[in-house]
Structures are given as C-alpha cells and as structure tokens.
C-alpha cells in the first residue's frame, strides 16, 4: 500500500511542503534535499494522486517526447532514461516519431490538434535555427541536441565539437596520420554532423595534418548500410585511411563490418572510433572507441527544464542551455584490448 506525503515528509526530516515541492518538479528545493526526499519517496513507495494534482492544477501529467527516429539505439536508450526520469514525477510520456520531417516537427511546436500536453521535450533535426525563434511554442519546451533557440527554449546539448577533437586527437596519439570522417549530413539542418566535422578538422589543423576533402564521407542516414557503403568508398579511393572518426556508433560499426569484409585488421590497419556509446558496441568485435555523452544526466537535466517551466509558467528565469558532460571509452577499435 501505498504511503502518505506525511510519512515521507517524516522519513525524509522535511516539512509536507518541501516533499510537495519535489513531487511538482519545483526549482526551489537545493540538490541534497531532493536527492534525500526522493530517496523517501523510493523507500516508501509513496506514489502522489496524479489525477487530483492535475484537475486542481489544469494539467494533465502527460508530456511529449519528439525523436527523429525511434529505431536508433541512441534515440532508443535516451527515451528509455526519460521514461525512467518522468515516472518518477508521475508524468505519462507520449513519444512521438518525426523522421526529421520539417512539418512535423513544426507541427508538434505549435501545438496543433490541440493541447494535452503539459510539455514537449524535442530533437529537432529539419527546422533551422531561425524557425525555432519565430515559431512560437504553445506550451513549454526543451530542446535536444545543437539547434540553438536563441532564448525562446531552453536546450540540453553536447559539445560535439569538443568531443569530436577529443576522439580525433586520441587517433593522432597513436600515430595516425590518414584519418577519415563518416557522417557528414549536408542535407539535414540539425548542426550535429557540422560540429563534429568542426572538430574533426580543428585536431588535424592543430597536429599539423591538413584535412583532405576527399577523405570526407557524406551519409544519407546514420545508419551500419551507410557505414559501410562508406567504408567501401574510402577503402577504393586510392590510398586507404589508417583511421576512421565516425560520428555515430552505427556508422561505426558499418564501417567496421565493411573493414573486415575487405580484409582489413582494426585496429592493426585500421583504427576506429564512434560516437554515443550504444550498447552493441560493447559487444562488437574488436568492442568499440567512442564518444560517451551522459545520456542519464541529458534526461534528468531536460525533464528538470521542462517541470521548472511547467510548474512556474510565468517565472521570467532566462532559458538555459545547457552543456552536457561527455567522456572518450577507449576500447578495442583502437587500442587492442577488449577493455572497457
């Protein structure tokens, strides 16, 4: 049976309020506090009365979650960690699949087909940046990922071109020299594959080794096919790169397969490193370098946005935007070992 908010208050040593404050997503309890209240609310198994918290308050507890596509391990894993994160202030979680579609993440913006949202949280990858700031949002927002809102929003982000660098530098510390890139996405508006490109360039400029264009791969998507068709061409272009930054684990592993078809050894030939340390390529073989954005802090920090929104609509706190922290996991892709 469930327990009450005046067991958990007692359990905790805080006042009914300061609980309440916890449950409503409120910015006014300090970190330790709400750690300690929450760590209650687990122990006592305290669920609060969704429904009558709702009607007094004239929201629903339901917030949406936009991803361009539900079949990538990436997106997959974070919404997993936002589920997580939401059912513990009791929201529902709608998610919906945008494909990087400009209408309909528009669409999903400005609310239409009516509100029962209390709050979106979206990775928009089609609109630009100037229509994120002239599309007004009916309803409070955080944003995923590197589309700046210019102030209307608040955004939660990685700093992709800090952690391209780190991984391209980590290929020059081994002594490669012929380093190629597989992502880039001229034809999507998101920043991502910009950034990490930016990167990219910045750790050749700064070692001396001028990028090559043609070592430069573009990607229709971000998928293993794409990976490996990439692969093929670099590995028929003349002279074979002795490194790969791929900017996601998928095009990674793609490539990888592909080395291996040709014959190719990684990391003896050919070292390579991914982005977003997904799940498979901790089992890949040789398991896989990579860029490991906080993925359970990105969820936290963007549902805490989104409920200081939420619960205190008319605050005239500055949007945040927010850097994310991220780590290089050294594996076997480039360092021989299965470590990790």
């Not at 506090?33 to 006592?44: P, S, Y």
Request: one cysteine or more.
């Amino acid at each position: 049976m469930s327990s009450s908010l005046k067991e958990v208050a007692a359990r905790a040593g805080v006042s009914a309020r300061t609980v309440s404050n916890v449950v409503n997503g409120s910015a006014r309890v300090s970190a330790q506090t709400r750690q300690r209240v929450q760590e209650a609310i687990d122990e006592l198994g305290y669920r609060p009365n969704l429904a009558a918290r709702s009607l007094r308050a004239g929201r629903t507890g339901i917030i949406g979650l936009a991803i361009p596509e539900l079949h990538s391990p990436y997106f997959g894993e974070l919404a997993g960690l936002l589920v997580d994160e939401a059912r513990r202030r009791s929201w529902t979680v709608i998610i919906d699949q945008t494909h990087g579609d400009a209408e309909a993440e528009r669409r999903l913006l400005t609310g239409d087909g009516g509100r029962v949202m209390d709050g979106l949280i979206i990775s928009p990858w089609a609109l630009e940046a100037q229509d994120l700031a002239t599309t007004a949002p009916s309803l409070p927002m955080v944003l995923l990922g590197e589309r700046s809102p210019q102030g209307m929003a608040d955004r939660v982000a990685v700093d992709n071109v800090a952690a391209a660098d780190e991984a391209t530098t980590h290929l020059l510390t081994l002594g490669r020299r012929r380093i190629a890139a597989i992502g880039l996405q001229p034809h999507l508006q998101n920043g991502t594959a910009e950034q990490r490109a930016e990167g990219y360039r910045r750790a050749l400029r700064r070692a001396g080794v001028p990028p090559r264009p043609e070592w430069e791969r573009a990607v229709g998507s971000l998928h293993r096919r794409e990976g490996a068709r990439a692969m093929a061409e670099l590995l028929d272009g003349g002279t074979a790169p002795d490194a790969v930054f791929a900017f996601t684990d998928e095009l990674a592993l793609g490539a990888m397969h592909m080395a291996h078809t040709r014959g190719v050894r990684v990391p003896e030939e050919l070292a390579i490193v991914g982005f977003d340390d997904i799940e498979d390529g901790r089992f890949s073989h040789p398991t896989l370098t990579t860029v490991s954005p906080d993925k359970r802090q990105i969820a936290a920090r963007a549902l805490q946005c989104l409920a200081d929104r939420i619960y205190s609509p008319d605050n005239e706190v500055p949007a945040s935007d927010l850097t994310i922290p991220h780590r290089l996991v050294v594996r076997g892709s480039t360092s021989g070992t299965q470590a990790h």
